[in-house]
């Protein structure tokens, strides 16, 4: 049954930056549906980790609505902040996930750590799980991670979230600053979706 290719799928996301960025990386003729379509709001996320939070986003949108789900949780870690904000990487941007402030959290934890945080290379990397959930209990998880540094600036307009502080290792520009094409074919979700690839 699960070497069938699925060809009818639900984004288990309320993010539309996520959603739009899953959609890229599958098969042009899966049929996707969004929790959108079916006014559903998103569970609480109370796991420990990545690989839990997008389980709990799985099952919980695939048993409303009866469709297989794939669901993300994904988010930054930065080695000095003890790889804060982590699973929290959302919240850090308040109700309204405004990542403006969360990106200036981001700069003044940094700075009650080191105050010349800004002349360093600040390790930092994005880390993404996935989880297909069938309507019958089946999953199929997944991790990626990209490695990189924080940039000292916000730069670029592209991609979402933290994209524009964070800069892959061999890059000299920000996810922000790169076309998405390029981003696509090196970032944390590429990363993990490689991983499931087979099912679609």
Not at 33 to 38: A, D, G, I, M, W
Not at 40 to 56: A, C, D, M, V
Request: glycine residues 8%; proline residues 4%; charged residues 35%.
């Amino acid at each position: 049954m699960y070497n069938k290719k699925i060809n009818k799928l639900l984004i288990g996301t309320n993010n539309s930056g996520k959603l739009r960025e899953i959609k890229d990386l599958l098969p042009k003729r899966t049929k996707i549906f969004s929790t959108k379509y079916f006014k559903l709001k998103s569970p609480r996320e109370n796991g420990k980790t990545f690989l839990q939070n997008s389980l709990i986003k799985a099952k919980f949108f695939s048993k409303k609505t009866n469709m297989i789900c794939l669901a993300d949780d994904s988010g930054l870690e930065i080695d000095l902040l003890k790889k804060k904000p982590g699973i929290f990487s959302s919240r850090w941007g308040g109700k309204n996930q405004n990542f403006n402030k969360a990106i200036l959290r981001v700069f003044r934890e940094l700075y009650k750590k080191d105050k010349k945080w800004k002349a360093k290379k600040i390790k930092a990397r994005f880390v993404c799980a996935l989880t297909i959930y069938w309507p019958n209990g089946k999953k199929i998880k997944s991790l990626g991670k990209v490695e990189g540094f924080i940039s000292n600036e916000k730069k670029g307009k592209n991609g979402f979230g933290y994209d524009p502080i964070f800069m892959p290792k061999k890059s000299k520009i920000t996810f922000g600053q790169m076309k998405p094409i390029k981003k696509y074919k090196i970032d944390h979700r590429y990363n993990a979706y490689k991983k499931i690839k087979k099912f679609f």
